[in-house]
């Protein structure tokens, strides 16, 4: 199976192909949920990570890049990227990680999707934090069957600390700024894919199923 390799705005559903994915077995490696894990352990990282995170600003890349290369140096399964690159620095690194694995079966995914549909995906969002499940209370085929409880493991269901207007605009900027030369770099190696986000959860899973094959 051919690894992927995600780029899309905040809350373009990067998570949530990545969850579709995972069930015909993919590993699925979000360096979010990555930072989520060490603020929760409040490690040294997560100190760190933590008002960063909630502003909507991006980590240092040696930090997220250390993260990515131990999960991609022990890994045992095809892989999915999710958040990673986000600069062309990260996407520099990562190509000399994947020459130096020798891993060249990949496709990019770029998920595309406004910012007026992204900000009301990130300000309906409801997540599990103890099985990373994710819902929506915008749009009623994403929400849980008892409000505020998750449907997979009954756990609370809650906002994520960056998921308000202030920081979801200064993710999406820093998205926009950072993104150009990215998807130049993948389109330069011919593995760049452009899907549209707007669609509903199976149809974009069908058409990344389809780009994979
Ligand atoms: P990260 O966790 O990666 O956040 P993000 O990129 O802002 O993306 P999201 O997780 O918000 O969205 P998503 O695309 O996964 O969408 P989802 O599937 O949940 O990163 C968080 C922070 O960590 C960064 O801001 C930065 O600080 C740091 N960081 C991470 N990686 C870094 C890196 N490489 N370098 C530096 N810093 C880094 O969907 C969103 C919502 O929409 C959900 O409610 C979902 O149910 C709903 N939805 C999904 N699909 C659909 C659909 N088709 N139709 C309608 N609703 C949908
Ligand atoms: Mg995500």
Known sequence: MKNVIFIAPPAAGKGTQSANLESIGYEHISTGDMLREEIAKESEIGLVVKDI??????????IVFKLITN???NLDKPFILD?????IKQAELLDELLNNLNINNYEVI???LSME??????LGRLTCNK???SYNKYYEALQPIQEGICDKCGNSLE???????ESFKVRFNTFITNNEPIKEFYNNKNKLHNVDATLSSDEITNKI?????
């Open 53 to 62: 995170i909630a502003k909507g600003n991006l980590v240092s890349d040696e």
């Open 159 to 165: 906002t994520r600390s960056d998921d308000n207007e």
């Open 209 to 213: 199923k389809d780009i994979l094959k």
């Open 110 to 112: 770029y998920l595309d």
């Open 71 to 73: 999960k991609l140096s």
């Open 131 to 133: 099985c990373g499940a």
């Open 117 to 122: 549909d992204a900000i009301k995906r990130a």
């Open 83 to 87: 958040g990673f690159p986000r600069t």
